[in-house]
Nanobody, 119 residues
Framework: QVQLVESGGGLVEPGGSLRLSCVAS????????MGWWRQPPGKEREFVAAHRWLGSETSYADSVKGRFTISRDYPKNATFLQMNRLKVEDTAVYFCATVPSQGSGYTNWGQGIQVTVSS
């Protein structure tokens, strides 16, 4: 079992930047992929970005392409989400999640962290 802990959220003005971090403990070396999801107020959880744990493949939601960048640090078993040019509609609880094997889907989730974009 992999435990996930997110950090880096907070309040930022529109146009600002934040960097979210997620550290995985446990069997992180056996992961297939890690990703970020978010749940805006009153809405369903939605996909933001993901990367293969091994390899260079990444994917992004259309709403964040060109503004958000996902990256990782193997020695630290960590994944990061650099969020630039933030918009009010990016306000949400952000979750880190893992895919343990190809085709399994996201089965392990962090506790979530609040990101608020407001002037």
């Amino acid at each position: 079992q992999v435990q996930l802990v997110e950090s880096g959220g907070g309040l930022v003005e529109p146009g600002g930047s934040l960097r979210l971090s997620c550290v995985a403990s446990g069997r992180a070396s056996r992961l297939y992929a890690m990703g970020w999801w978010r749940q805006p107020p009153g809405k369903e959880r939605e996909f933001v970005a993901a990367h293969r744990w091994l390899g260079s493949e990444t994917s992004y939601a259309d709403s964040v392409k060109g503004r958000f960048t996902i990256s990782r640090d193997y020695p630290k078993n960590a994944t990061f989400l650099q969020m630039n040019r933030l918009k009010v509609e990016d306000t949400a609880v952000y979750f880190c999640a893992t895919v343990p094997s190809q085709g399994s889907g996201y089965t392990n989730w962090g506790q979530g962290i609040q990101v608020t974009v407001s002037s």
